[in-house]
């Protein structure tokens, strides 16, 4: 089945500072989704990707879809406190189930 | 936009005892849910897909006689652990699928965080 690998697994940053993570398939994909979790809640979506090379920004969060198609990374600019959570990235619908990468836990320093 | 709404957010219950999990879509009809479980610091696993009207279908190690789904309307799917014990407790999600592109069709509920004592 298809496999995501997400990294780092956890960052420990400043405020202000960008933060940047990616994702990894071992197979193509033709839809990347980047999801925020934070503690006790369900996910919430950030961003989505449906074309290789696609470049998408939602404020100060922007994602790309990996020109292979098999990668895709998240980027949080001049981050702040609430920006703290777990992100994660999301395969695309086979069928009708999404595949969640392992997540990275960001913890931002004040 | 889509409101999945789950019920309750806490449940602690005894050993050997059923705990039942409400998701509803609040301004969608969906035709299929899905429920994850969630261990600490750890990704969503997909346990089963309700489907309305229908059998669920499970994921490969998910025993259907423990986590009983029923998706009997087109707004409500109920996940009921059965004889729970101490290793179902975990944070259980919903999700539900208003269509239209992949991305955004996906909705989560707030999570139900079950503790078996």
């Known amino acids: 089945g298809q496999q995501l690998n997400q990294s780092p697994q956890s960052m420990f940053i400043q405020e202000g500072e960008d933060v940047s993570m990616n994702c990894t398939s071992s197979?193509?994909?033709?839809?990347w989704l980047w999801y925020k979790q934070d503690p006790g809640e369900g996910p919430v979506l950030l961003i989505a990707l449906y074309k290789a090379g696609e470049l998408t920004s939602n404020g100060r969060l922007t994602a790309q879809f990996g020109i292979t198609r098999k990668d895709s990374f998240l980027n949080i600019s001049a981050s702040i406190p609430s920006d703290v959570g777990i992100y994660f990235c999301a395969g695309p619908p086979y069928g009708n189930k999404l595949v969640f990468g392992a997540g990275t836990i960001l913890r931002v320093k004040s | 936009g889509a409101v999945v709404s789950q019920h309750p957010s806490r449940v602690i219950c005894k050993s050997g005892t059923s705990v039942k999990i409400e998701c509803r879509s609040l301004d969608f009809q969906a035709t299929t849910m899905f429920w994850y479980r969630q261990f600490p610091k750890q990704s969503l696993m997909l346990m089963a897909t309700s489907n309305e009207g229908s059998k669920a279908t499970y994921e490969q190690g998910v025993e259907k006689d423990k986590f009983l789904i029923n998706h009997a309307s087109l707004t409500l799917s109920t996940l009921t652990v059965t004889s729970a014990h101490p290793e179902d407790s975990s944070f259980y999600i919903c999700?539900?699928?208003?269509?239209?592109?992949?991305?955004?069709?996906?909705?989560f509920g707030s999570g139900t965080r079950l503790t078996v004592v």
């Open positions: 999700s539900a699928r208003l269509g239209g592109r992949d991305g955004y069709g996906y909705t």
């Open positions: 197979s193509i994909f033709n839809t």
